[in-house]
């Protein structure tokens, strides 16, 4: 058994610390007892010998118990269940910078050829998207197909981006999560943990697109539709999350792999973002409305509003999207008394050629998205005899037209 301890917090930088633990030959689980007192945005990377990620884990000012088993149904949400090799691990811990004094935490390891221990965290599921040791990388999710149809047809397909399990800060399991998506009505949304990369679901009967939201102090995006790990570390050479040329890589690495990158609740202090030299071309949405339940969320969906307007008037073609950004349990609010806060509120609604989180990724893409808490839009729009589907430009089209009009008709 090795017991690992820190102190962060409290300092103008963020804490990037790495421990190494070895692991004997012939061992069939790890397990990490986890405390920390509350220091932000604590997380842990735990690596192999040979560099691949096989623990993620965020903080939740507490104790945890995380467990690295033979197969997903033995091994914690964020974890990369299979072998242990033999030799030196390494288990990396991050924090944030801020507080007005330094906590503490502690990491108590210990593995085991016998019988797995549960954890406290609820197990990878049935469904895994990982493969330990599988491709090059540190983590790669090689055992789930993109392309795979959930359902055939060019339709309005309705789903949330931005949502949250207990793998990060998230007070629901992936199961009960799923669950009440399905009984809103959604074909699909995307976990979207903090810093964390989901390597599998306890069911298959939603379509469910992986994702991580890229946490810092001075802002989030989320990366949606990604399929590898996006190394967000503060120790990286550009700093990683810590700092604005880590951040630009890590949107443009989300793009690189065929995601698109959305910068989440761009003026909602204080997680608002601050990385103003960001390029404009770097991100592909911006989440223009995010929980409605929220506390300010008014004021900051007006002002993301103005905002997305000022882009456009610029010429940005950036998609405004939506994300319930669910942390609760399904009748909880965050005002006594006050509206529950749930997954797909609000609701995105995309016209895509199927469902399959190439086609969700790429309707988002090309702009043909609406936002709702409600109403149903069919969006049309005619130019002459030709109709042209939502995120179409038809300027050209008016220019060469004789009178030079289009018709466009919302139909709720």
């Known amino acids: 058994m090795s017991t ?7 300092g103008d930088a963020p804490v990037a610390r790495v421990h190494r633990v070895e692991v004997a030959a012939g061992q069939r689980w790890l397990r990490l007892a986890v405390h920390d007192d509350g220091i932000p945005e604590f997380s842990l990377v735990v690596l192999d010998p040979h560099q691949r990620v096989r623990a993620q884990y965020w903080g939740k000012a507490g104790d945890e118990q995380v467990v690295v088993g033979p197969d997903p149904l033995h091994s914690s949400c964020g974890t990369v269940a299979g072998p242990l090799p033999a030799g030196r ?10 507080g007005d004094s330094q906590a503490s935490y502690s990491v108590r390891i210990d593995c085991g050829a016998g019988d797995v221990p549960a954890g406290t965290l609820p197990p990878v599921g049935a469904h895994r998207w990982d493969a330990a040791g599988a491709g090059a990388g540190p983590l790669r999710l090689q055992q789930t197909d ?5 359902r055939r047809g060019r339709a309005w397909y309705r789903g949330d981006f931005h949502a949250h399990t207990r793998a990060s800060d998230g007070q629901q399991s992936a199961e009960a999560l799923n669950r009440q998506a399905l009984e809103r009505g959604l074909d699909f949304f995307s976990v979207t943990e903090h810093n964390l990369l989901t390597t599998g679901w306890p069911v298959d009967d939603l379509l469910v697109v992986p994702g991580t939201e890229v946490t810092s102090s001075a802002g989030h995006f989320n990366a ?3 399929h590898r790990w996006l190394d967000w570390r503060q120790h990286a050479a550009d700093g990683g999350c810590a700092a604005a040329g880590g951040m630009v890589r890590l949107l443009r690495d989300t793009r690189a792999q065929g995601g698109i990158a959305s910068i989440n609740h761009p003026l909602l202090p204080p997680w608002e973002w601050r990385w103003t030299d960001t390029p404009l071309d770097a991100f592909d949405a911006l989440e223009i409305w995010n929980d409605p339940t929220y506390p300010r969320n ?4 007006q002002a993301a509003l103005r905002l997305w307007s000022r882009l456009w008037d610029d010429g940005h073609r950036v998609v405004g999207i939506g994300g319930s950004d669910t942390h609760l349990l399904p009748h909880d609010s965050y005002v006594p008394g006050g509206p529950p806060s749930v997954i797909g509120d609000p609701w995105t609604a995309v016209f895509a050629d199927e469902l399959s989180v190439v086609a969700v990724v790429d309707a988002v893409r090309a702009g043909r998205a609406y936002l709702s808490r409600g109403p149903v839009l069919d969006v049309r729009a005619e130019v002459g005899a030709r109709r042209y589907p939502p995120g179409s430009s038809v300027t050209a089209a008016v220019a060469s037209h004789p009178g030079g009009t289009a018709a466009v008709r919302l139909l709720a």
């Open 4 to 10: 690992l301890n820190g102190r962060a917090g409290g």
């Open 89 to 98: 691990w390494r288990v990396e811990v991050f924090g944030a910078a801020g």
């Open 146 to 150: 993109l392309t795979r149809r959930a």
């Open 224 to 226: 949606i539709g990604v």
């Open 298 to 301: 008014e004021e900051a969906t």
